[in-house]
């Protein structure tokens, strides 16, 4: 029996929707201020997963320039029928004060690795929406209600038909459930079985609170009775579990019948602590009971470790090469960039054969146009490198390995020159809660053509390295950095102005050139690996 291991996607992957096509599943999981939107992954046997697509990858889709930290896109919705796959989303525009901005669209294909259409705007009356294909041939949208009076935010769930030939919703909306106790409720996704609709519902916020819970219905507008339990995972019933914040998911039923459930959980350094990986993606074998109702099948609200898989061959993919040389004409599927498509007049690698060169555009505190190309942490101990050519001439011209979670959370090992261009300089800053620190050690590396730059992560302290010898010799720059301020816990935690923070730590490359946004950059190469 193939065992499965706890999280199955990890670093910043949350709320899954899943599908199954066939033989293969799909999960969609949600992207933020991350161009291209949505990550789609692939796998055969549910232990086994790929990123193979990243389906919004044009400002057609996906205008997010301007869009606040933590919002973008949030809980997408994948589902297929008749040969078509679908992709609901919100482009979150805004979500500090009273009013939510939440526009929601649908995109769709026959090829889930190919191009996907043109956006079809469908509201704005909430987020987290999601697309149910009745028996019947008729197609629903389903939101949690933004609800602003008295500052209540989450307001129920809602329906409204979806018209496959007008391409909009049509006809009344539908007020369906106002939740559970444990309140906070979002996330909805309805599926039939026998007799009955259920509506799957995240609830108690997306924090230590988190939990999923499910409703029923012999009549899809309702009215749909609670769990006999309420809620079907969580951890809030033991915190000192090493999967934490279970909760907004989704069911999948496999070839032989049976049913499994995916879900986003956090890992944190302590006690309800902070994860600086994100919330991640887990999963859970289901039970349905005499009752009509499922179950964890371990007979417990919290998830497993370890979770037996379905009765398939494994079924793995390639592994990919620890260092990316830049070689090939597409950047790798890892890389993200912020807010914005990678294009020619900021990113390239065919100006320089071998390179990726970044053009310097605005600051790291830009919500705008940043040249940062970076990929998920997904591991609590790694060692990140890059080798890097440039030759500042000022101040405000800056290049580097930066460890970022958001505009005002990052820590940024960098080269840029003091004032007149006189020197080449290698420093550090940081920043916390939008106030940039300088560590007072900085390396004067003038005449040095080719610098290697490392991070090295374990756990919670990050320390920055770097070489001038081709990587023969390392030595350290500026003191231990704290890498758990790069989590939602601890952004949210320390300033309630500061949220919405829903993300992940990335690592990356970036290039900044604060007087003329031209200034370039040539990456050699970029390094990731797992320290064991």
């Known amino acids: 029996m193939t065992m499965i291991h706890n999280p199955i996607l990890k670093g910043f992957n949350p709320d899954p929707s899943i599908i199954r096509v066939g033989e293969d599943y799909y999960i969609a999981t949600s992207t933020f201020e991350w ?17 193979i697509a990243q389906p919004l990858n044009r400002i057609s889709q996906l205008d997010m320039k301007g869009n606040p930290d933590s919002c973008g896109v949030w809980a997408p919705c994948l589902s297929y029928d008749n040969g078509m796959f679908y992709l609901v989303y919100s482009n979150v525009r805004s979500f500090d004060g009273v009013w939510k901005d ?19 705007y469908l509201s704005s009356r909430g987020f987290d929406g999601s697309m149910f294909h009745d028996s019947d ?16 935010l989450f307001g129920g769930i809602e ?7 007008q391409k909009q919703l049509v006809g009344e909306v539908h007020y369906l459930h106002s939740g559970s106790s444990f309140g906070c409720t979002e996330g909805p996704h309805i599926f039939k079985k026998d007799e009955y609709y259920y509506l799957l519902l995240a609830e108690g916020g997306t924090e230590y609170g ?6 029923r219905s012999k009549a899809l507008l309702g009215p749909y009775e609670m769990h006999p339990d309420t809620v079907i995972v969580t951890s809030t019933v033991d915190p000192l ?19 499994y459930f995916v879900f986003l959980v956090g890992r944190p350094l302590s006690e309800k602590g902070r994860c600086i990986l994100g919330r991640e993606t887990a999963i859970e074998e289901i039970e349905w009971r005499s009752d009509g109702w499922p179950y964890l099948k371990s007979e417990s609200k919290l998830p497993r470790l370890e979770v037996p898989g379905p009765d398939v061959e494994e079924y793995k993919f390639k592994e990919i090469s620890i260092r990316d040389n830049f070689d090939a004409e ?3 599927i890892d890389f993200q960039s912020l807010r914005i498509p990678r294009d020619e007049s900021w990113v390239s690698l065919r100006e320089r054969k071998g390179f990726l060169r970044l053009k310097g555009k605005e600051s790291l505190t830009s919500t705008h146009t940043q040249a940062l190309i970076a990929r998920r942490i997904q591991h609590f101990n790694v060692e990140v490198a890059t080798s890097l050519e440039f030759d500042p001439n000022d101040i405000l011209e800056m290049a580097g390995l930066v460890f970022y979670y958001n505009t005002g959370h990052y820590h940024y090992l960098h080269i840029t020159s003091n004032y007149g261009g006189t020197k080449k300089l290698l420093k550090i800053i940081s920043s916390d809660h939008f106030e940039m620190s300088e560590q007072v050690q900085e390396i004067d590396i003038t005449g040095q053509r080719n610098i290697i730059l490392k991070g090295t992560l374990d756990h919670y302290k990050l320390q920055f390295y770097y070489s001038i010898d081709q990587e023969k010799n390392f030595f350290p720059i500026g003191e231990t950095l704290d890498a758990s301020i790069l989590s939602d816990d601890y952004v949210r935690d320390r300033d309630e102005r500061y949220r919405p923070a829903f993300t992940g730590m990335f690592v990356g490359m970036c290039c900044q050139d604060l007087a003329y946004n031209k200034k370039q950059a040539d990456f050699d190469w970029f390094e990731y690996k797992e320290i064991n």
Do not use: C
């Open 35 to 51: 161009f291209p939107g949505v990550q789609i992954h692939h796998s055969r046997d549910l232990k086994n997963w790929k990123v």
């Open 210 to 215: 988190h939990a999923e819970s499910i409703a």
């Open 137 to 152: 041939g008729k197609k629903y949208f389903l939101n949690m209600l933004v609800d602003h009076r008295q500052s209540k």
């Open 159 to 165: 329906l409204q038909e979806y018209d496959l030939i």
């Open 330 to 332: 597409e950047l790798s």
């Open 241 to 259: 579990h090493t999967l934490q914040k279970s909760g907004h998911g989704d069911f999948v039923e496999t070839p032989d019948g049976r049913w």
């Open 102 to 120: 939440t526009p929601n669209y649908l995109v769709s294909t026959t090829d889930i690795e190919g191009e996907w259409s043109n956006p079809i």
